[in-house]
DNA sequence: TGCCTTTCCGACCGGTCGTGCTAATATCCG
DNA sequence: CGGATATTAGCACGACCGGTCGGAAAGGCA
C-alpha cells in the first residue's frame, strides 16, 4: 500500500467517525485536516470536492457495517437467530464498530431528502441493499420455519427499519433508558406476529 | 396587533418553512431575510440570536402542529377513531398545514442528537408532550374497547412512532411508491395485535 | 545514485456565516 | 401635531466555508 492509500484510508477512519458526530454535511475539510494533522488543501488533494469526500465516507462507512454488522452475524444458525444477531448488533452499530456517535446513514437521511446528486443516489443504493439483506433473512427465516409461511419480507423489512429508528429516537434524542427495553418488545412482537402456530404454541 | 408582532409573525411563516426545507441549522438569517423583504438587521433585531430564533420557529411549528393536526380530530368519536385521525394527518403534517417540504421536528432530532442546548431542551419536552398525547389517546381508545385491556399506552406510542418515522424514510427518502401501503399495513397490524378478542374475531 | 512522480504545505480567493453597532425611519400615544 | 418609542436599514467585524495554485518535499523505481 502506497503511502497516498495510507493517508486515504487515515482521513476516511477520522472523516467517518466525524460523520457519526456531525453528518456528512458536517464533514468540513479544516477541522477534518486538524484531526489528521494535515493541511486542508493537502487533504483536499485526495478527493477534489467536497461531495467526493462525502461520497468516499459513505463508501467506506457501508464497508465496516458490512464487515462489522453483518458479516459476524454468519455464526449464527441460519433463519430467525441470524436476523436477531443482525438486528441486535444493528441497534448500536457505531458502537460495534469502533465509531463514536449515531449512526451516520440516519443523518444522511435528513441531509439528503429533499434535492438529488451523487452522495443521495450513493445513500439510497446503500439502503436498498441493506434492505435487501434483511428480505433475504426474512426469507430464509421463513423457509426454515422460524416465520410464517407467506411472510412478506419488504414489509417485515418496512417495520424493523421502523423499530431501527424509533430505537434511535428513543435512546440517542430523548435519552429515554426505557428504549432499549421498549424496542426489544417491539422485536419480539413483530417476530411473533408473524410466528407459525407451533411456534406460538410454545 | 402591532407592527412588530405582525412582520414577527411573517418571519416566523417564512422561517418554519425554511425549517422543512432545509432543518433549523439551515435557518441562515441573510436568505431568510430575502424571502420576507427585509434586511439581515432588520430580522436579526426581532430575536437577538439565532439560537432564540430556532426557539421560536420550533415553537410556532409546534403551535402549527397542534391546530392543523390534534386538534381536528376532537371531531372524531372518541377512541380508536381518533387515534386513527391523528395518525393519518401526522403522516403527511406539513402538507396538512400548508407547509413545503418535510416534517422539521424530525430534521431537530437528528441536528440536536448530540450536545445540549435550550433548542434541544425545547425540542425534546415537544415531542414528550406529544407522546403524552398519543399515551392518552390510546388509553381512551383501551377504556372504550377498541384495543385489548392491560394495552401499554408507552409501548403503543413507541411503535407509533415508529411508523411514522419509517414511513419518512420510505415516502420521503426512498421515494418508495409503496411508503404509504406499507404504514397502512403496519398500522393495521399494530391496531388489530392489541384489539380486544371480540373485535379479532369479527 | 539519479530522476520523475506523487504527495503535501502555505498562502490566498470570493462568499457566507452570526453578530454587533449607529442612524434613519415608521408607528403609536398624548 | 409632536415627541417618545419601536422598528428597520446600513455597515462592518471576525470567523469560517469550499476551492485554487505554485512550489517544496518526500516516495518510488531504474
Known amino acids: 500500500m502506497g503511502k497516498g492509500a495510507r493517508t486515504r484510508a487515515t ?28 493541511t486542508k488543501s493537502g487533504l483536499y488533494a485526495h478527493f477534489g470536492s467536497k461531495e467526493a469526500l462525502q461520497v468516499a465516507t459513505l463508501e467506506y462507512a457501508a464497508e ?7 458479516a459476524p452475524a454468519k455464526t449464527e444458525p441460519a433463519g430467525l437467530p441470524r436476523l436477531e444477531r443482525v438486528f441486535e448488533r444493528w441497534l448500536d452499530w457505531p458502537q460495534n464498530a469502533g465509531l463514536p456517535g449515531n449512526c451516520p446513514f440516519f443523518a444522511g437521511v435528513v441531509e439528503f431528502d429533499d434535492g438529488q446528486g451523487p452522495v443521495r443516489e450513493r445513500l439510497v443504493r446503500l439502503f ?35 423499530l431501527r429508528y424509533a430505537h434511535h429516537w428513543a435512546h440517542h434524542f430523548m435519552r ?3 428504549a432499549l427495553a421498549r424496542t426489544r ?13 407451533a411456534a406460538q404454541r410454545a
Do not use: W, Y
Request: a negative charge.
Open 11 to 38: 482521513i476516511l477512519q477520522a472523516a467517518v467517525e466525524t460523520a457519526c458526530l456531525a453528518g456528512f454535511e458536517g464533514l468540513n475539510l479544516q477541522p477534518l485536516a486538524d484531526k489528521v494533522g494535515m
Open 64 to 70: 465496516l457495517f458490512q464487515t462489522r454488522i453483518v
Open 176 to 178: 429515554d433508558p426505557l
Open 128 to 162: 436498498r441493499d441493506f434492505r435487501a439483506v434483511i428480505e433475504q433473512l426474512v426469507a430464509s427465516a421463513t423457509r426454515h420455519g422460524h416465520l410464517a409461511a407467506g411472510t412478506d419480507p419488504a414489509q417485515f423489512a418496512h417495520e424493523l427499519l421502523a
Open 185 to 197: 418488545t417491539a422485536f419480539a412482537k413483530l417476530v411473533g406476529a408473524t410466528a407459525p402456530r
